[in-house]
């Protein structure tokens, strides 16, 4: 892009870092950072929450961490990148850290959490944390249903199935049973 002389603006570099961070490549994360600096982008929070992202992806949650503890402003999606990079790492005192830390949390966060603990097996943690959540989607339904189902505890599974408002259950019937299937556990008998 800056070759045919354009300059690109924060937009399509935070773009342009997604995309990458799909090829994870250390190398290639010190150079483009490098070249963001050079560019005069590197303390955009929408740039530095995409970098925060290219590197836990490229080069682990620790680089992210570092980009991170260098930013001036920080918004929630900011944080969630944060939290996500431990939450792949399946570094949970660390993602709970951060979530802790954290000035706000939106249903990404919560969600998050929630997820890493279901996976982490500590279903008692997700469960509690499930309940304390200020507002549920279908992913956090889904998250500890799951956990159910992985703990082999098809009964809690259907009973939380069974308490889920309408409109969650409508999204989960039409998105996620699938995954229901996929870990093995027949849809008919859980949740008919």
Same mark, same amino acid.
């Given at each position: 892009?800056?070759?045919?002389?354009?300059?690109?603006?924060?937009?399509?570099?935070?773009?342009?870092?997604?995309?990458?961070?799909? &090829?994870?490549?250390?190398?290639?994360?010190?150079?483009?950072?490098?070249?963001?600096?050079?560019?005069?982008?590197?303390?955009?929070?929408?740039?530095?929450?995409?970098?925060?992202?290219?590197?836990?992806?490229?080069?682990?949650?620790?680089?992210?961490?570092?980009?991170?503890?260098?930013?001036?402003?920080?918004?929630?999606?900011?944080?969630?990148? &944060?939290?996500?990079?431990?939450?792949?790492?399946?570094?949970?005192?660390?993602?709970?850290?951060?979530?802790?830390?954290?000035?706000?949390?939106?249903?990404?966060?919560?969600?998050?959490?929630?997820?890493?603990?279901?996976?982490?097996?500590?279903?008692?943690?997700?469960?509690?944390?499930?309940?304390?959540?200020?507002?549920?989607?279908?992913?956090?339904?889904?998250?500890?249903?799951?956990?159910?189902?992985?703990?082999?505890?098809?009964?809690?599974?259907?009973?939380?199935?069974?308490?889920?408002?309408?409109?969650?259950?409508?999204?989960?019937?039409?998105?996620?049973?699938?995954?229901?299937?996929?870990?093995?556990?027949?849809?008919?008998?859980?949740?008919?």
């Amino acid at each position: 892009m800056t070759r045919s002389g354009h300059r690109p603006d924060n937009f399509s570099i935070s773009t342009a870092l997604k995309a990458c961070s799909r &090829i994870p490549s250390p190398a290639s994360a010190s150079a483009i950072h490098a070249q963001l600096h050079r560019l005069g982008h590197a303390s955009d929070v929408y740039v530095q929450t995409a970098l925060v992202d290219f590197y836990s992806r490229s080069s682990g949650a620790d680089s992210a961490r570092r980009v991170f503890d260098a930013m001036r402003h920080k918004n929630v999606v900011s944080w969630n990148s &944060i939290l996500s990079a431990y939450a792949r790492s399946g570094r949970l005192v660390e993602a709970r850290r951060v979530f802790d830390e954290m000035p706000r949390r939106d249903v990404v966060s919560w969600n998050s959490m929630l997820s890493l603990y279901a996976k982490a097996g500590d279903l008692d943690r997700a469960v509690r944390l499930f309940w304390e959540m200020p507002v549920r989607d279908s992913a956090s339904w889904n998250s500890v249903i799951c956990g159910y189902i992985d703990s082999g505890d098809v009964t809690e599974a259907r009973d939380l199935f069974e308490r889920m408002p309408g409109e969650e259950r409508r999204v989960m019937d039409r998105d996620d049973l699938g995954v229901f299937e996929m870990r093995g556990c027949p849809i008919r008998a859980v949740f008919v």
